[in-house]
């Protein structure tokens, strides 16, 4: 075991103090990571507060990590020493079972293991990058390529993966017409993705307060959900409608805005039941649908198409001692677009 320093919340909704953790010993096909940068997501925030239930405290949040290879085990044949790497939402899985073997970990039918607010394989709980250093197998872990740099890329292990799973798996491309829902963390790296996949991208906001940033990130149209006239004005006219938002939608207007077999899909989560008529589905054969991060092998699929493009997050540098400050910002959407703990600071 080894002794590094983080950030956690001693309890939900305390604020964030300087503690110390445990990382246990590399094992035969682990990696210790000396991590760099980690990004603030606002799942975290839900967590920290204990707004999803079944929170396990003292709790280290992140699990947007991007850093360089410290030590390898002496079994591991994927990293060396000095690589740069990062890690997403979980540390592991099964590895058994259908999904596990299709590269679908994020579905592992037995659960995967989160990098934070989990327990291992050995009952004890994980803790995220909010910290100096992570032990991970080897397996869980992804390259990050030479021409992203380290900071613009942590945020890419959740927000980067949240979008790019979506948009392939539905097509976005040449042709189509895809929303985004909220120009936030999320929504500001959907619309990156979309434009280089070649769709015709539309950002679909509360206001236009961001539209500036919005057409010179990639979209092609901008419009404000708080304006009645836009619902009207767009209705059947989408392929793909991406929602972002944390807060419940009025799904039954969203889903009006869907072509024939069009789909909304979410992958923002409120902590609050939402509803919908299934006369919003059932006319024009919709699909209403969810979408949870990426495997292992898409993450890495999904670095690689961002450095070949040039796509990295937009970000706010901050050091650690301003994390309370920046959870406070994020709730008041205060970021453009995600934080980003400098972890020497730590």
Not at 98 to 121: A, F, I, W
Not at 236 to 250: E, K, M, N, R, W
Not at 251 to 280: K, Q, W
Request: hydrophobic share 40%; proline share 4%; charged share 20%.
């Amino acid at each position: 075991m080894t002794t590094v320093a983080a950030y956690a919340a001693p309890a939900a909704k305390a604020p964030l103090e300087r503690t110390t953790i445990e990382r246990r010993a590399v094992g035969a096909h682990d990696i210790l990571i000396e991590i760099k940068y980690a990004g603030i997501c606002h799942s975290d925030i839900h967590q920290a507060t204990d707004g999803w239930g079944a929170g396990i405290f003292p709790m280290v949040p992140g699990h947007e990590i991007a850093g360089v290879v410290a030590e390898v085990g002496p079994a591991v044949t994927r990293y060396a020493v000095g690589d740069r790497v990062g890690v997403g939402c979980f540390v592991d899985s099964c590895r058994v079972c259908e999904y596990c073997e299709q590269g679908l970990e994020q579905y592992c039918v037995q659960g995967m293991t989160p990098t934070y607010n989990g327990r291992d394989k050995n009952g004890e709980p994980t803790h995220g990058g909010y910290s100096t250093h992570l032990v991970v197998d080897e397996n869980y872990a992804v390259r990050i390529p030479d021409g992203l740099a380290l900071d613009v890329a942590a945020p890419l292990l959740c927000a980067g993966i949240t979008l790019y799973s979506p948009l392939r798996h539905w097509n976005a491309g040449p042709g189509k017409k895809v929303a985004i829902v909220g120009m936030g963390g999320l929504g500001h790296m959907g619309v990156k993705i979309a434009h280089a996949l070649g769709a015709e991208v539309t950002v679909l906001s509360q206001s236009l307060r961001k539209r500036e940033d919005g057409l010179k990130l990639g979209a092609d149209h901008y419009y404000a959900t708080s304006d009645p006239k836009t619902f009207e004005d767009l209705a059947g006219t989408f392929d793909l409608i991406v929602s972002t938002v944390s807060a419940p939608l009025d799904f039954d207007a969203y889903l009006s805005l869907l072509r024939i077999d069009g789909a909304l899909v979410n992958v923002g989560m409120p902590e609050e039941p939402v509803s919908l008529g299934l006369g919003s589905v059932v006319t024009g054969r919709r699909t209403l649908a969810g979408s949870m991060i990426g495997g292992i092998a898409e993450t890495q699929e999904m670095l690689d198409f961002c450095a070949e493009h040039g796509l990295g997050a937009e970000i706010e540098l901050i050091r650690a001692e301003q994390v309370n400050e920046a959870y406070e910002r994020v709730l008041a959407s205060d970021v453009r677009y995600r934080f980003v703990i400098d972890t020497a600071t730590i």
